[in-house]
């Protein structure tokens, strides 16, 4: 399996901020690297897919980059609708696996 | 627009089998998707399942493959999950979501998760 690592695993920010979270897979997910937003009782929200293309209607202050093993979501003018929980997730091989999550809070 | 919901027991004891279904609307089950089953919990955090084409092809996660069964009924536009021999570990929010093959096996589309509670 491909292990996913993220870090932090919390951040503490304000509106405003810029912010960046990590991913490391264990082995190269090739392109085949997304994140998601998840808030409070809600299922996971595709934010970006193939490393650094946004999903339909997300905003363009959230971006993603990294090659090879490390990968990064960077949210460039925090929002208050932006606090949530974030995962990045392989689809490169079966089993798909997920990082652990960071916990964005204010 | 694709539209996932789940439906299931909330509570199920332990050594039976928890069976899940998810009911698809606005595609059919025979479009260029897999459909497949993430689980989360507290401690383990999100856990892909498996998923399953509209043909019956599956793929299973190794840790759960002993116990999973995913099918699908084109008839309803519907696919499950049987788990069995369930322990408290396999207490969970199941989801169920689309896997698009095309965008490199992307889940855009979630249902909104039934919670499984594995107690006797």
């Known amino acids: 399996d491909i292990q996913m690592t993220q870090s932090p695993s919390s951040l503490s920010a304000s509106v405003g901020d810029r912010v960046t979270i990590s991913c490391r897979a264990s082995q190269t997910p090739t392109t085949n690297l997304h994140w998601f937003q998840q808030k409070p009782g809600k299922a996971p929200k595709l934010l970006i897919y193939?490393?650094?293309t946004l999903q339909s209607g997300v905003p363009s202050r959230f971006r993603g980059s990294g090659s090879g093993t490390d990968f990064t979501l960077t949210i460039s003018s925090l929002q208050p609708e932006d606090f949530a929980t974030y995962f990045c997730?392989?689809?490169?091989?079966?089993?798909?696996?997920f990082g652990q999550g960071t916990k964005l809070e204010i | 627009q694709v539209q996932l919901q789940e439906s299931g027991p909330g509570l199920v004891k332990p050594s039976k089998t928890v069976s899940l279904t998810c009911s698809i609307s606005?595609?059919?089950?025979?479009?260029?998707?897999?459909w497949s089953w993430v689980r989360q919990t507290p401690g383990k955090g999100l856990e892909w399942i498996g998923e399953?084409?509209?043909?019956?092809?599956?793929n299973y996660n190794p840790s759960l493959k002993s116990r999973v069964t995913l099918s699908v009924d084109k008839a309803k536009n519907q696919f499950s999950l049987n788990l069995t021999s369930v322990t408290a570990a396999d207490t969970a929010v199941y989801y169920c979501?689309?896997?698009?093959?095309?965008?490199?096996?992307?889940?855009?589309?979630w249902g909104q998760g039934a919670l499984v509670t594995v107690s006797s």
């Open positions: 606005g595609v059919s089950i025979s479009s260029l998707y897999w």
């Open positions: 997730q392989q689809t490169y091989t079966t089993p798909y696996t």
């Open positions: 399953v084409w509209h043909t019956g092809s599956t």
């Open positions: 979501a689309t896997v698009n093959a095309a965008s490199g096996y992307i889940s855009a589309d």
């Open positions: 193939g490393v650094s």
